[in-house]
């Protein structure tokens, strides 16, 4: 799933890791992408992950199934494609839960990226 953001790479993870920590998510790392390329003397476009999770909602799902866990914690990416703003891209909860034959109640969890998403772009 993607949706624009109308501020840059940096602002946009900036929104989208105070929404996660504002809601009892731990923020676990934010990987640099272009910032990786530039130090192998390469380059790419500005491109960050928000690695981030809740341990009371994700383990309940690593209980039941684990092989979710190769998909836990939940990752958003955040990139400039060249247009204004940035792209901010993360995974359908649908497709994770049918990946893993998970019921529909207990998709929840995965659908937080959306909802943090929602939020920080709603800062703007």
């Given at each position: 799933?993607?949706?624009?953001?109308?501020?840059g790479v940096?602002e946009?993870v900036?929104?989208i890791?105070s929404q996660?920590?504002?809601h009892?998510?731990?923020?676990i790392?934010?990987?640099?992408?272009?910032?990786a390329?530039?130090a192998a003397?390469?380059?790419?476009?500005?491109?960050?992950?928000?690695?981030f999770?809740n341990?009371?909602?994700?383990?309940?799902?690593m209980?039941?199934?684990?092989?979710?866990a190769?998909?836990?914690?939940?990752?958003?990416?955040?990139r400039d494609d060249g247009?204004?703003?940035s792209?901010v891209?993360w995974?359908?909860?649908a497709?994770?839960?049918d990946?893993?034959d998970?019921?529909d109640?207990?998709l929840?969890?995965l659908a937080a990226p959306?909802?943090l998403?929602?939020?920080?772009?709603e800062?703007?």
């Open positions: 799933m993607t949706r624009r953001s109308e501020r940096p946009t900036a929104a890791r996660a920590e504002q009892g998510a731990k923020v790392a934010v990987v640099d992408h272009a910032a390329a530039q003397g390469m380059s790419m476009p500005a491109t960050q992950v928000i690695i999770g341990p009371k909602a994700g383990t309940p799902l209980q039941a199934v684990p092989e979710v190769i998909d836990l914690p939940l990752r958003v990416m955040v247009q204004p703003g792209l891209t995974q359908d909860p497709y994770v839960g990946r893993y998970l019921p109640d207990q929840t969890p959306e909802h998403i929602a939020a920080a772009l800062q703007a």
